[in-house]
């Protein structure tokens, strides 16, 4: 579940010279949300709460179709590096809902580093009793590396480990 702010309303723009600030700012952001309301998915009770903010800026109108740049701010303060492919849905889901685009239509949505999904509502359905719409989105993705992960019998920590670094965790 997504909080969606447009970064204007706050003086924000989505850029590289305001990432701290956007990421900051939207750490502070969802727990106020969640400290006046903690929602929960219509159909998995076990769903809470808000992990991920998306600041926007306005629709533009490029090449006859809309466009617009977002940031997505994943806890615990980290950019994702795409548009956002859940998070394209979400804005996909406001923006028909408030009737800024329609079915079929498409919307070109770009990250903060200025990579792109297409995408557009191929329809409507309900998930539980809330209206929701069918989303299509497609974009492109490199691989980055290959990884094999083991488990020695002998290791310690079968689980891992953490510590409380940069991804600011408590120490086990």
């Not at 956007?22 to 106020?32: F, G, M, S």
Request: hydrophobic share 40%.
């Amino acid at each position: 579940m997504y909080v969606l702010v447009d970064a204007a309303s706050l003086g924000l723009m989505v850029c590289n010279q305001q990432a701290r600030q956007l990421v900051d700012i939207a750490e502070r952001i969802k727990r106020a949300t969640e400290a006046a309301y903690t929602p929960v998915h219509p159909e998995l009770p076990g769903v809470t709460g808000f992990s991920v903010l998306q600041f926007t800026e306005p629709v533009k109108i490029v090449d006859c179709e809309k466009v617009a740049v977002n940031a997505v701010v994943v806890s615990p303060g980290r950019f994702d590096r795409s548009p956002c492919g859940t998070g394209t849905c979400a804005r996909l889901a406001v923006m028909h809902c408030r009737g800024e685009i329609q079915e079929g239509e498409v919307f070109k949505h770009r990250s903060i580093i200025g990579t792109e999904f297409s995408s557009r509502v191929r329809g409507t359905t309900k998930v539980g009793k809330y209206p929701a719409v069918l989303p299509t989105v497609k974009g492109r993705a490199w691989i980055t590396s290959f990884k094999q992960i083991v488990l020695d019998s002998t290791d310690p920590f079968p689980e891992g480990f953490r510590v409380g670094d940069q991804w600011h965790m408590p120490p086990n």
